[in-house]
């Protein structure tokens, strides 16, 4: 799949969970760990992502300053669809797009360079299970 497509693909997947009755907390008092990597390739770390207090937070992304941010559900069945910005003052804007099933995550991130918001400059996978 062209990088096109993908980011039509996760930008028609966002406005989708926005438009469906979207929950903040849902999720709250969940954490998956799991390997990341860069998307169409395989892991090359390890990340724990949480969810507290309506906020998502990547603990693979702290040390480069970004922290919590709140983040959103939408239900389909056993299902539970998610999004979220995280921010960081240095290197810009991480959005997460992810799903919840059982004890998996499956998700998605777009990190977009401080300044330079029209394009991405990378997109990674996350799948993690339940801690």
Same mark, same amino acid.
């Given at each position: 799949m062209?990088?096109k497509?993908?980011?039509?693909?996760l930008v028609?997947?966002? /406005? &989708? !969970?926005i438009?469906?009755?979207?929950?903040?907390?849902?999720?709250?008092?969940?954490?998956?760990?799991g390997? #990341?990597?860069?998307?169409?390739?395989? +892991?090359s770390?390890?990340?724990?992502?949480r969810?507290?207090?309506?906020?998502? !937070?990547s603990?693979?992304?702290?040390? $480069?300053? /970004?922290?919590?941010?709140?983040?959103?559900?939408?239900a389909?069945?056993? %299902?539970?669809? /998610?999004? +979220?910005?995280?921010? #960081?003052?240095?290197?810009?804007?991480i959005?997460w !797009?992810? &799903? !919840?099933?059982?004890?998996?995550?499956?998700? &998605?991130?777009? $990190?977009y %360079?401080?300044? +330079?918001? +029209? %394009?991405?400059?990378?997109?990674? $996978? /996350?799948?993690?299970?339940?801690?």
């Amino acid at each position: 799949m062209s990088k096109k497509s993908l980011l039509l693909c996760l930008v028609t997947t966002i /406005f &989708t !969970i926005i438009s469906v009755s979207a929950y903040a907390g849902a999720l709250d008092g969940k954490a998956f760990v799991g390997p #990341s990597g860069m998307m169409g390739k395989d +892991a090359s770390e390890t990340d724990e992502v949480r969810f507290e207090n309506g906020q998502f !937070i990547s603990l693979g992304c702290k040390e $480069w300053g /970004f922290g919590y941010g709140p983040y959103l559900t939408s239900a389909e069945g056993d %299902k539970t669809h /998610f999004v +979220a910005d995280t921010y #960081s003052d240095k290197e810009g804007r991480i959005t997460w !797009i992810g &799903t !919840i099933s059982g004890n998996n995550a499956d998700v &998605t991130y777009l $990190w977009y %360079k401080k300044g +330079a918001y +029209a %394009k991405p400059e990378q997109i990674k $996978w /996350f799948q993690g299970t339940s801690k």
